[in-house]
């Protein structure tokens, strides 16, 4: 099959992209924005690249068109696909029926974490011997690639409650069929998709309703929004994470290794790099699932020593004269809190210098403004790149004081933080987006 995907640059759909050309099929696409490393990728699995959406491209004459969500009406290839009426798909539906089907899947959902997590997941169960394939929004450093089609039947992704796309405005993970299901947390997002947290709810209870009688659904106990969830209809055996009647974490040491416990029982100790409480439930979550898959929770355990983490989580991108600088994919604020506080909890009372991208589209429409100045609060000062923005962020940081300090240009943004930062001080760059290189005009500011 010759498959031509629309908006290829992305990673979930360059993705898909890996895994059909390494399933037999021939795969060409297509992007407004063709560059390295995502370019670089493509091409070197044999993908040839397109830049733009002109109209042309029918004449390579695929067997049929994989539609990713970046695509809208109006964009000219889409329109002559339209006008022709040529086949077209979305990318998770294309998923499912071409990769996804007799494969056992494991779906990490929920707000925050799904990344990590299925990081967490496909890494345990790599270390258990059962060579998964998965697809993730990031690059899981255990394995240096974001997508691969592994060995049947077990399939970890990334379940995204965003949309299909601009003709399916299901959230991605209702393709997906999953038997285990990861429900991690559930907050208000995506506020260009949903207008408010009870649309998100009933998309995860449509998620639920899939889940099989012989499946898993492992959840966080503590989230009212997840409780709401499951009361609407559950047919699938429930575990809890982050409560005594379920999954918890016992005793944490200073270093950050954890106690896993099940139902109040010890199960072991586990020994890692990773910081902060968000990431020890993403953690639990991930041993839970492998346990549903067969992988002993000593072994799921002993494979946490040897995670190396996500690229962009926390990911330390240079130290030049005594300062650090991090990169993290931060952008909702509960995130942001979370990451200045495990960011905290491993350097003390170093300074922490929190450098702020409002990029998504929900922090675009400023829908979560009023939460930003609390989850700064424990950065000893922040900048915030302010481009671009429809609403006051001056106004909106204003509770901060003299600790924030805002800017839409990027290059004096850059010389403000190097004026005032010293040896010793921690750099925390978060953004859902490349900021400009920030990191790399940082490193190279600073010497």
């Known amino acids: 099959m010759h498959i031509h995907i629309l908006g290829i640059c992305g990673t979930f759909m360059g993705g898909i992209a890996v895994l059909a050309r390494r399933a037999g099929h021939k795969v060409t696409g297509c992007d407004a924005n063709v560059y390295p490393p995502m370019s670089t990728q493509l091409e070197a699995q044999g993908i040839a690249l397109t830049e733009g959406f002109d109209a042309a491209q029918i004449d390579l004459k695929p067997d049929v ?61 790599e270390y258990g011997g059962l060579k998964p394939g998965f697809l993730i929004g990031g690059v899981p450093e255990n394995f240096g690639v974001s997508a691969r089609e592994g060995d049947k039947p077990y399939f970890v992704i990334e379940a995204d409650e965003y949309d299909t796309a601009f003709f399916d405005k299901r959230s991605k993970f209702m393709h997906y069929r999953p038997r285990t299901a990861i429900l991690n947390n559930l907050e208000f997002d995506h506020a260009d998709i949903f207008p408010d947290l009870t649309a998100i709810e009933t998309q995860f209870h449509h998620l639920v309703r899939t889940i099989p009688g ?42 950050g290794d954890f106690e896993v416990l ?108 009023n939460e930003l100045p609390s989850s700064l609060k424990d950065a000893d000062a922040t900048f915030c790149y302010t481009a671009n923005l429809g609403w006051n962020a001056h106004e909106a940081l204003a509770p901060l004081g003299a600790k924030a300090a805002l800017f839409d240009d990027l290059d004096v943004l850059v010389r403000a933080i190097v004026a005032v930062v010293k040896p010793g001080d921690q750099v925390l760059v978060m953004s859902n987006g490349g900021f400009g290189g920030i990191h790399g005009k940082l490193l190279d500011a600073l010497k």
């Open 65 to 125: 068109f994989v539609v990713g969500n970046v695509v809208s009406r109006r964009n000219p290839l889409m329109e002559e696909i339209l006008n022709r009426g040529l086949p077209y798909i979305s990318g998770p539906q294309w998923l499912a029926e071409n990769l996804l089907r007799d494969r056992w899947v494991l779906a990490v959902a929920g707000t925050h974490g799904k990344t990590t997590t299925s990081s967490i997941l496909a890494w345990i169960l």
């Open 214 to 255: 012989n499946g898993l659904i492992l959840t966080n106990g503590v989230e009212e929004s997840l409780k709401r969830v499951l009361a609407k209809g559950c047919w699938t055996p429930v575990e809890k994470l982050g409560v005594d009647d379920g999954w918890s974490v016992g005793k944490v040491e200073a270093d």
């Open 262 to 369: 099940l139902n109040g029982e010890s199960m072991g100790q586990v020994q890692w790099n990773l910081l902060g409480n968000h990431n020890r439930l993403n953690a639990l979550a991930a041993i839970a699932a492998a346990r549903h898959a067969g992988v002993p929770v000593t072994t799921a355990i002993r494979a946490l020593a040897e995670f190396k983490n996500v690229k962009r989580r926390m990911e330390t991108r240079g130290v030049v004269n005594g300062v650090t600088v991090y990169d993290d994919f931060a952008h909702h604020p509960t995130a942001i809190a979370t990451t200045i506080g495990g960011l905290r909890q491993k350097v003390g009372k170093a300074r922490i210098i929190a450098v702020l991208e409002p990029r998504s589209q929900t922090m675009k429409m400023g829908v979560m403004k």
